[in-house]
């Protein structure tokens, strides 16, 4: 299994920029598709984007396409969101989450795909 870990969030103003990381552990042999999920008060957890273990193919929620671009360094077994034009209603707690891949070009959209979860790192957008 795959652990995980956060960082990078915090207030921003609307239409200002972040890039949030997420480093795992891995068994050196493995492949790992990930997502970042996200979580407002009251609202259930969406997906924001994803990622395979190739970093060709990626998918992202409705809400952030073009604006949100997710990106990853297997060398440094971290991957990143890179949130562009922030508004108010991005304002949420993030997660990454994590899945060994048994195909290099897959990503998963879904919270069931994955069985890895980070604690989760705030973002704040202020209007």
């Known amino acids: 299994q795959v652990r995980v870990v956060e960082s990078g969030g915090g207030l921003v103003q609307s239409g200002g920029s972040l890039r949030l990381s997420c480093a795992a552990s891995?068994?050196?042999?493995?492949?790992?598709?990930m997502g970042w999920f996200r979580q407002a008060p009251g609202r259930e957890r969406e997906l924001v984007a994803a990622?395979?273990?190739?970093?060709?193919?990626?998918g992202y929620g409705d809400s952030v396409k073009g604006r949100f671009t997710i990106s990853r360094e297997n060398a440094k077994n971290t991957v990143y969101l890179q949130m562009n034009s922030l508004k108010p209603e991005d304002t949420a707690a993030y997660y990454c989450a994590a899945r060994e891949a048994y195909n290099g070009n897959y990503y998963y959209i879904t919270e069931v795909d994955y069985n890895s979860w980070g604690q989760g790192t705030q973002v704040t957008v202020s209007s």
């Open positions: 891995v068994r050196t042999s493995s492949m790992y598709a």
């Open positions: 990622i395979s273990w190739s970093g060709r193919t990626t």
